[in-house]
């Protein structure tokens, strides 16, 4: 699947969300995506579930069966949860016994007697992510499913991810929490200033997982010393700086967490 030079505005004369993206994925990969509140995160997603339509440039190579899990579930509907699933899975040409396997697994069974209208914020995004599951999904994209989960489902959540990669699906997740940091090879994207880019930071991690630390932290000082050069030579020195911070060992995670949530790019010594 492939965007190409894809720019999107909501409005004829709006401010551009995303300008002239390209991006290429792989069948069987997992991308996390990141960045600031209203960096445009969702909008990237619902592009690539096909919910919205580029303003400009395309998306092409879509998979047939496409899940997707809103931020927020609309709960406004007059059905029970296993009503809606019902419903859903018999449009979706699947099994009704899908959705109540899977409200097993997520450890959401009691609510399939509930109306959809009664449900927690946390019920509601159970009932989003199972619906998002009830075919088996070429794409499957999750806009910040982990916020509101209970602790079951968030450790559950990395394993239906990697099922889903592993049968050929790719998967997309925007997360604000950077839950999928460390999961085995995903791709890592940041949403800023209306780009999608991978960050040097990851590059290094990604190297490093491949045991080839020393190569990508050589890379990452190269890029640091070309990058400082363009700067300076664009005169934009003061639009950057590098600076380091000491923390102890045990909130070191907690903290590069966070400042990668909110879009700074991060490293560690080798
Ligand atoms: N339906 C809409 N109509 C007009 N503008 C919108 C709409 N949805 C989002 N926007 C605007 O587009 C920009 C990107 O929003 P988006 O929701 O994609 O960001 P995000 O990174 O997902 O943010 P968050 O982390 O807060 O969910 C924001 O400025 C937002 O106000």
Redesign the pocket.
Same mark, same amino acid.
């Given at each position: 699947m492939r965007l190409s030079s894809v720019s999107f *505005?909501?409005?004829r004369r709006?401010?551009w !969300?995303l300008r002239e993206v390209g991006l290429a994925l792989e069948a069987g990969s997992v991308v996390e995506v990141t960045? *600031?509140?209203?960096?445009?995160?969702?909008?990237?997603? *619902?592009l690539l579930a096909g919910i919205v339509r580029p303003s400009r440039g395309s998306v092409t190579g879509r998979p047939r069966v496409v899940g997707y899990a809103p931020?927020v579930f609309p709960v406004e509907q007059p059905f029970t949860v296993a009503a809606y699933l019902a419903h859903l899975a018999r449009a979706r040409r699947v099994s009704p016994a899908a959705g109540t396997a899977l409200a097993e697994r997520l450890g959401a069974s009691h609510l399939l007697d509930q109306p959809l209208g009664d449900l927690s914020k946390g019920s509601a995004q159970k009932v989003g992510l199972i619906q998002s599951l009830l075919a088996p999904p070429g794409l499957l994209i999750l806009?910040?499913p982990f916020a509101g989960l209970d602790e079951q489902t968030r450790a559950e959540l990395p394993e239906i991810i990697g099922e889903v990669a592993s049968g050929g699906g790719t998967v997309v997740v925007?997360d604000?929490q950077n839950q999928l940091r460390s999961f085995p090879g995903a791709e890592h994207w940041l !949403?800023a200033d209306a780009s999608v880019t991978v960050p040097d930071a990851e590059r290094v991690r990604r190297t490093a997982a491949g045991n080839d630390r020393e190569r990508a932290s050589r890379e990452l000082a190269e890029d640091d010393r070309e990058r400082a050069s363009r700067e300076v030579g664009d005169g934009e020195r003061a639009r950057h700086a590098v600076i380091e911070v000491l923390v102890g060992m045990e909130e070191a995670d907690e903290v590069e967490q966070k400042l990668r949530a909110d879009g700074y790019l991060t490293r560690r010594p080798a």
């Open positions: *505005r909501y409005s709006g401010p !969300v960045g *600031r509140n209203g960096a445009g995160k969702s909008t990237l997603l *619902r931020e806009d910040e925007s604000h !949403v």
